[in-house]
């Protein structure tokens, strides 16, 4: 399931501060990350079932990054 | 900070069940895993800076997304 690029992953990284970056990490970092996405998307779908709506709103996205706890 | 497109997280989304999407949903959840990712990034330097060394390897963004905690 690669939906993130590497690209991006490592800027993420650098942004963060890393000096060097192995490419199994950058593909360890989008895995994590897209999982993280996944379960935060299932989370709002079922809030906005939840409530009777199909259209998935920020304030669904929200509240269950809100749910998910801290990260 | 956009590092992630709007096209990925729709994906994302959809394969995570979703049936209609609003753009500002779309725009969350890509800060939302944008943040997380930063996150564990600089978790991921942390282990590396204790270890001696300067690259980040697949085994260190491992062990901050374990120590993270359940997401």
Redesign the interface.
């Given at each position: 399931?690669p939906?993130?690029?590497n690209a991006?992953?490592e800027?993420?990284?650098r942004?963060?501060?890393?000096?060097?970056?192995?490419a199994?990490?950058v593909?360890?970092?989008a895995e994590?990350?897209?999982?993280?996405?996944?379960?935060?998307?299932?989370e709002?779908?079922e809030l906005?079932r939840h409530a009777g709506r199909?259209?998935?709103?920020?304030e669904?996205?929200?509240l269950a990054?809100r749910r998910?706890?801290?990260?």
């Amino acid at each position: 399931m690669p939906e993130l690029s590497n690209a991006a992953m490592e800027r993420i990284m650098r942004k963060a501060g890393a000096e060097r970056v192995s490419a199994t990490a950058v593909a360890e970092l989008a895995e994590a990350m897209e999982e993280y996405g996944t379960r935060l998307s299932k989370e709002a779908i079922e809030l906005v079932r939840h409530a009777g709506r199909k259209t998935v709103k920020k304030e669904d996205v929200k509240l269950a990054a809100r749910r998910s706890g801290p990260i």
